[in-house]
């Protein structure tokens, strides 16, 4: 064999080695890129499934915190409504406890004028319903307390509505000045208790001129 053949044979040769090797990388890349892929795949997979666990974990979360914000929200409503209702029927009560106080101070207090003259006080008191015999009369110097008993309506009935006096009632008045307790008078007619009461005069004392 002379040089020329050998040299050629031993090109091809390595020509051949080289074939194998780029190959050889060549199946390697592939390899390498599979194996990539199926990473990447397996990745994206885990990716996907956490993220599918997490959004189910938040939705999760998401529904019982409404539940719990509607729950709070029903119990805070509930809780107002009765507030609401208990001040409403506290109001009611107190509406209908004053009322009865005025009605009861308005009916228990005879109506009364105080009249003056030049030397005495004329007191008028509407005392209807009253007999004479139930009248009272106290004077001071300084004041008048008339005290009356008005007659009660029979038990077995319910009031409906109240207006008119029952029981004792009293009235005490007083005077701008003294009077004369023991020269004082009282008439009761038509309803009307009408007491005079004569001022006090202050004595008068004629001083002799020298």
Same mark, same amino acid.
């Given at each position: 064999m002379n040089k020329s053949s050998e040299v050629k044979k031993i090109a091809l040769e390595k020509k051949s080695d080289l074939k194998d090797k780029a190959l050889e990388v060549k199946k390697g890349a592939l390899e390498k890129?599979?194996?990539?892929?199926? /990473?990447?795949?397996?990745?994206? /997979?885990?990716?996907?499934?956490?993220?599918?666990?997490?959004?189910?974990?938040?939705?999760?979360?998401t529904s019982d915190k409404t539940a719990e914000f509607r729950e709070n929200a029903e119990k805070t409503r509930k809780q107002a409504e009765r507030k609401i209702n208990e001040f409403i029927s506290t109001l009611k009560d107190k509406q209908e406890e004053f009322g009865k106080t005025i009605s009861d101070y308005t009916s228990q207090k005879?109506?009364?004028?105080?009249?003056?003259?030049?030397? /005495?006080?004329?007191?008028?008191v509407d005392l209807p319903r009253i007999k004479k015999e139930n009248i009272n009369v106290n004077i001071t110097e300084d004041s008048v307390e008339i005290q009356a008993k008005f007659d009660e309506e029979d038990e077995t009935l319910e009031f409906i509505k109240k207006e008119r006096s029952y029981g004792d009632t009293s009235r005490i008045i007083p005077l701008p000045e003294k009077i004369e307790v023991k020269k004082a008078s009282a008439k009761f007619e038509d309803a009307v208790l009408t007491v005079e009461l004569p001022k006090v005069q202050e004595e008068k004392i004629k001083v002799k001129i020298d």
């Amino acid at each position: 064999m002379n040089k020329s053949s050998e040299v050629k044979k031993i090109a091809l040769e390595k020509k051949s080695d080289l074939k194998d090797k780029a190959l050889e990388v060549k199946k390697g890349a592939l390899e390498k890129t599979a194996d990539a892929k199926e /990473s990447a795949l397996m990745k994206t /997979s885990e990716i996907k499934e956490n993220a599918g666990e997490k959004t189910a974990e938040i939705k999760a979360d998401t529904s019982d915190k409404t539940a719990e914000f509607r729950e709070n929200a029903e119990k805070t409503r509930k809780q107002a409504e009765r507030k609401i209702n208990e001040f409403i029927s506290t109001l009611k009560d107190k509406q209908e406890e004053f009322g009865k106080t005025i009605s009861d101070y308005t009916s228990q207090k005879p109506l009364t004028d105080v009249l003056e003259t030049e030397n /005495s006080y004329i007191i008028k008191v509407d005392l209807p319903r009253i007999k004479k015999e139930n009248i009272n009369v106290n004077i001071t110097e300084d004041s008048v307390e008339i005290q009356a008993k008005f007659d009660e309506e029979d038990e077995t009935l319910e009031f409906i509505k109240k207006e008119r006096s029952y029981g004792d009632t009293s009235r005490i008045i007083p005077l701008p000045e003294k009077i004369e307790v023991k020269k004082a008078s009282a008439k009761f007619e038509d309803a009307v208790l009408t007491v005079e009461l004569p001022k006090v005069q202050e004595e008068k004392i004629k001083v002799k001129i020298d």
